[in-house]
């Protein structure tokens, strides 16, 4: 009887899904070294499903790539958890997907929502996730949330109004508005110009029972929690980190060493995202605004 002999076509198929396998495997990777997601999920998923992307992923290259765990700090940890070092996600015991859930747990601790929340929400996130964009939307079909102005020493892009997008000011008057208090935050913005939050609209707003939604950067969000600690903090966050890149790349606004700078600052911004009450990933536009609008309702009740 004649061996039976795969055909080309098969082998040629098999061999783009390994190549496809592969880059998921890799690309997942990336969205946990940059934080895009958490470890507790990726676990998550590989334990629902072993023939995932996740249940693929071998435990070494999981650990590695975690926050501040080289070769010796990973093999420590398997050594503790009893793993063998061959071991994929998806094919974890019982047991050791309990041991290797709390070691997860107790290094990386999801954030608790503070109590006492207020009607001030402030909306933050790395650089290209669509901050501007959910901040639109919400603006055209959700006018009962007062959208906070900010000013800028930048100048304005294509389409943005003053007054409606920003108000745009030159140093002199930034320089003003922070020697009379009258921002209620402020900072340079990758490394070039200064925004700032005007303080009396946002007061005028929460006085007459508003709620109000400041969009802006992390530097910022950091300030507003200093000087309004009842404020809500939001977390806007990619799909993927390989998604933030192609839309940075994609709106065409900064060249290429901008774009490299801005990346960088982005992965540090991701890294603070523990920071915030809440997180919420924008993959799609109207479902990330429905996202902040039911919390904005939340704080309300």
């Known amino acids: 009887m004649s061996e039976r002999t795969v055909p080309e076509v098969d082998r040629a198929a098999a061999a783009r899904r390994a190549v496809e396998r592969r880059r998921a495997r890799a690309a997942l990777k990336r969205d946990l070294t940059m934080r895009v997601v958490t470890p507790q999920s990726i676990a998550a998923q590989a334990f629902a499903d072993a023939e995932s992307v996740a249940g693929s992923m071998r435990i070494t290259d999981f650990l590695l790539a975690l926050p501040a765990i080289g070769v010796g700090k990973r093999d420590r940890i398997l050594l503790d958890l009893d793993i063998s070092p061959v071991k994929r996600l998806g094919g974890l015991g019982v047991r050791q997907r309990v041991s290797l859930t709390n070691w997860l747990d107790e290094r990386f601790p999801a954030s608790e929502p503070r109590a006492g929340r207020s009607r001030l929400l402030v909306l933050a996130g790395p650089t290209a996730v669509g901050k501007g964009t959910v901040a639109a939307y919400i603006r055209e079909h959700h006018p009962e ?3 906070s102005v900010s000013a800028t020493t930048r100048a304005p892009r294509p389409g943005e109004i003053d007054g409606v997008h920003y108000y745009f000011v030159d140093d002199a008057e930034f320089d003003r508005l922070i020697a009379d208090g009258e921002l209620l935050e402020y900072a340079v913005v990758h490394n070039r110009s200064r925004y700032g939050t005007p303080r009396a609209p946002i007061d005028a707003a929460l006085a007459d029972g508003k ?11 950091r300030q507003v929690r200093a000087a309004e600690p009842s404020a809500t903090l939001i977390f806007l966050l990619p799909p ?3 998604e933030l890149v192609q839309r940075l790349v994609g709106r065409g606004t900064e060249n290429e060493e901008e774009r490299a700078r801005r990346l960088r600052t982005a992965k540090v911004e991701l890294a603070a ?10 993959e799609d536009v109207a479902a990330a605004a429905r996202e902040v609008v039911e919390l904005s309702e939340a704080t309300a009740r």
Request: proline share 0%; net charge negative; no cysteine.
């Open 273 to 282: 995202q523990s920071e915030f009450d809440f997180r919420i990933v924008n």
């Open 145 to 147: 949330i007062h959208l």
């Open 211 to 221: 709620t109000v939604l400041l969009e802006i950067d992390l530097q910022g969000a």
């Open 240 to 242: 993927s980190w390989d």
